[in-house]
Each structure stands twice: as structure tokens, then as C-alpha cells.
């Protein structure tokens, strides 16, 4: 009993050490003002810290405490958790298995297009409300101006390795056959009909290609690296509280055991 009770304690003191910094984190996303425009991992993760944090201290007083009851009640929490977390996991590689760039024939980033990404997170981004925000927060950013002074030629600018969300957002389609004059000024398309974009595409700095599915590809782009990030950390906090289930199983016996005996 007093084995096990020691590591589980240990255990989910650690736990709750680590739900802090996942929960300080989340509080940073939420209110980083962010290139990438598209925030919506902050309160999965600020919710997965939280519920974190309050399991582990319920494991630590009932192993403090030797209480049978809060240890039920943690063991049953700590299962659902690590079904939430195996479900959120499972969910974020499924969403995130398709979509990758496109090489470009002598230009040094890639392009990306929405038919690419799986449906789910094409609705995400064709939302009219969802879509709105987005272009705000980018005709707001420095993402795209700052282009025009780092790459001053033609050349400089077609060996660039733009990010994705500039080069889905900050310049039109290769494919239309505009003319490079700066990066977010270029000259009437040649090509106009080679992809939908061409026609979208616009030298105010507040509009540019912010209307573009490019633009939605490359801030999905962007979304998909951090939910593959989350995705790694979640597999491994899944091996991590199977461990301390597993041990909080070995608790409850104990328990069950002492109670049974009478054991002081």
C-alpha cells in the first residue's frame, strides 16, 4: 500500500507541475497576436491543462489520504481523460493526413491549394464569420509587408522560402503569369484563367490575395504542422498517464485490501 501509494503521489505531483506550464501556454496562444491568424488550439489545450491539473491533485489527496473514494473517482476521471486525449489524437492525424505543397518549377517556396486538405478543415476555413477574421488579422500583419523589403529583384524573390501563408497570401499564383514589379505589387495576369485566384488577386495591401483559396491552403499549412506538434505531445502524455492509471489501479487495491483487513 505504501508503495504504491508513494508513486502514484509522486507521480501525479508531477503531473500536476506539468498541467501548469500546458495551461500557461494556452493562455499565451490565446492572447499572442498570431501570423498564422487562425487560433483555435488555445482552448483544447487550456481545457486539457485544466482537467490535467485538478485529476492529478484529486490522485494526490486520495493517495495522501488513503481515501478509497477519491481514488474511485480519480481512476474513472483519469480513464475518460486518456479516452479524450486517444480521441483528440486520433482525430488531429486523421484531419491533418492530407495536404502538402506543390514544388514550382524554378521558384525556391512552395503553393499550396485547398482541394488538398481534408474536408473538415476546408469547411473550417470557408466559413464566411470564420474567414473574416482571418483576412483581418493578416491585412493587420507585418507578414506580408515585410516581404517588399527583404526581397528588392525577381530573382531574390523566386529563391525565397516564403512560409506558406506568404506564399498562399502575399503574392498571386505563379500559374496566372503575372509580372514581379515588388512582392505584393505585380502587373495585370497573362493567364487569367489558369486557376480561380488570378482574378482574385489585388496590389491594395489589404486585400492582396487575402481572398484567395491559396490563402486558406497556406494557413491550413500552417494549422496542420501545429496539430502534428499537439498530435506527438498528446502520444506521448497518453503513455504517461496510462502509467500513473495503471498505478492508481495497484492503489485501489491496496486500499480495497487494508479496509478489507482492517490494517491501520
Not at 107 to 114: I, Q, S
Not at 152 to 170: D, K, M, R, W, Y
Request: aromatic letters at 12%.
Amino acid at each position: 500500500m505504501g508503495v504504491s501509494n508513494n508513486v502514484i503521489g509522486i507521480l501525479n505531483f508531477l503531473t500536476a507541475v506539468l498541467s501548469i506550464p500546458i495551461i500557461g501556454a494556452g493562455i499565451w496562444l490565446a492572447s499572442k497576436h498570431s501570423t498564422d491568424c487562425m487560433r483555435f488550439l488555445q482552448w483544447p489545450v487550456i481545457i486539457i491543462g485544466v482537467f490535467i491539473l485538478l485529476v492529478s491533485l484529486a490522485g494526490l489527496i486520495g493517495s495522501c489520504y488513503r481515501s478509497s473514494c477519491l481514488l474511485w473517482i480519480y481512476a474513472t476521471i483519469m480513464f475518460l481523460l486518456i479516452l479524450l486525449l486517444f480521441c483528440f489524437t486520433v482525430f488531429a492525424f486523421v484531419v491533418t493526413n492530407k495536404g502538402a505543397g506543390d514544388a514550382v518549377s524554378g521558384k525556391g517556396f512552395d503553393e499550396f491549394h485547398l482541394g488538398n486538405y481534408s474536408s473538415w478543415l476546408q469547411r473550417q476555413v470557408n466559413k464566411a464569420s470564420v474567414w473574416r477574421k482571418i483576412q483581418s488579422c493578416l491585412a493587420d500583419s507585418n507578414t506580408c509587408s515585410k516581404l517588399n523589403s527583404k526581397y528588392t529583384t525577381v530573382e531574390e524573390f523566386n529563391a525565397a522560402h516564403l512560409s506558406p501563408i506568404q506564399s498562399g497570401c502575399c503574392k498571386p499564383p505563379s500559374a496566372c503569369g503575372y509580372t514581379f514589379v515588388t512582392p505584393t505589387n505585380w502587373t495585370t495576369a497573362a493567364i487569367a484563367a489558369a486557376d480561380n485566384d488570378c482574378t482574385l488577386w489585388n496590389n491594395d495591401a489589404k486585400q492582396l490575395c487575402y481572398s484567395c483559396d491559396s490563402c486558406k491552403a497556406g494557413v491550413l499549412q500552417n494549422v496542420k504542422k501545429d496539430w502534428r506538434k499537439v498530435g506527438v505531445v498528446n502520444v506521448i502524455m497518453l503513455v504517461f498517464l496510462i502509467v500513473v492509471y495503471s498505478v492508481s489501479c495497484c492503489a485501489i487495491r491496496s486500499v480495497k485490501r487494508e479496509n478489507y483487513y482492517g490494517y491501520a
